[in-house]
């Protein structure tokens, strides 16, 4: 029998107040009270703090509290199994019984159409194997009213995709630098060379990092797979504040989108929308190299003044 409905999947490990922020605002949705909801709960490191445990709990005290009409499937780990591990084994288990997935981290705060956008995504697209996903995510740089384009980029703030395009998934980040390299796509793989995501995808061959989330666009990059994005952002991001396992720039966008329903035949590669994100990443490139060099001239200075 074919979903109406994509179940969803949401990831939280140890930040209680991001985990009812990310419930809350899911619950806004009328679609939420429809779904199927899994909740993976990482558990605790071996050498874990006392603080860290008793925020583990209280985490895992606020999904199974929360006031839903239906019931969560939690699933819990007694050890800790990194974000990497919990969200690829997740989607896995989802897989073996859905044939469609939404996929929310504990950080991530939703529109109250982000439900609609994806489903209807699902749905439009399920059959055109060009699209992989379907992103929730935009920065906060196109206005008027809501559209929709293709995009070889993959986010991961909000996102779904269905069973035979995750099976593309590629857990060996050496053998995607191999296919990378040998046709020369390094620089369109670093979006024009605004973000070094090849370098990511090294550090995560070497072990520096653990990231599902570059080997999934690596994944998709080498298949030359598309991904549907809309102009006005349904997401945004709460966990560059620290608290999480990766942070940087702040891209919160002060209003979120609303759902248009577009013919899914006119939505196609816009280069003019990717002209603007190709600026805008230009942009915040120059502002971390800037930041970078008060930051070194800085440390420069107190080491001189002794």
């Known amino acids: 029998m074919i979903e109406s409905y994509a179940p969803i999947a949401i990831f939280v490990y140890k930040r209680p107040e991001h985990t009812f922020k990310c419930l809350s605002a899911l619950a806004q949705n009328e679609e939420f009270h429809q779904s199927k909801i899994y909740v993976f709960c990482d558990g605790a490191k071996e050498n874990e703090t006392i603080e860290n445990r008793n925020l583990i709990e209280e985490t895992r ?40 997935i939404i996929v929310i981290e504990d950080d991530i705060l939703v529109s109250v159409d982000f439900l609609k956008y994806m489903n209807w995504g699902l749905n439009c697209f399920s059959e055109n194997n060009k699209i992989a996903t379907i992103q929730g995510f935009q920065f906060s740089i196109f206005k008027g009213k809501q559209q929709y384009f293709l995009d070889s980029a993959v986010g991961c703030w909000g996102w779904a995709t269905w069973n035979d395009r995750w099976n593309l998934y590629q857990s060996n980040a050496n053998l995607l630098i191999d296919e990378i390299q040998s046709t020369n796509q390094i620089s369109k793989f670093n979006i024009n060379d605004t973000y070094n995501f090849f370098e990511l995808l090294n550090s995560t061959a070497t072990g520096k990092i653990d990231s599902w989330a570059i080997k999934w666009y690596a994944s998709l990059f080498t298949q030359k797979k598309m991904n549907l994005y809309p102009t006005i952002s349904f997401t945004n991001n709460i966990g560059n504040d620290g608290s999480g396992s990766h942070n940087e720039i702040n891209y ?27 600026l805008f990443r230009k942009r915040i490139k120059r502002l971390k190299q800037i930041k970078n060099l008060l930051l070194k001239i800085k440390l420069k200075l107190q080491f001189l003044n002794g």
């Not at 009409?69 to 919990?86: H, M, P, V, Y």
């Not at 209003?255 to 006119?266: A, D, K, M, R, W």
């Not at 196609?268 to 603007?276: D, G, H, L, S, T």
């Open 61 to 100: 005290e606020i999904v199974k509290g929360f006031d839903i009409k239906k019931t969560f499937i939690i699933l819990e780990n007694e050890t800790n199994k990194g974000l990497a591990n919990s969200l690829v084994n997740g989607i896995n288990l989802v897989f073996k019984q859905h044939e469609k």
């Open 252 to 278: 919160s966008n002060s209003t979120l989108g609303t759902f248009v329903e577009t013919n899914p035949n006119s939505i196609i590669q816009n280069e003019r929308f990717q002209y603007k994100i190709f």
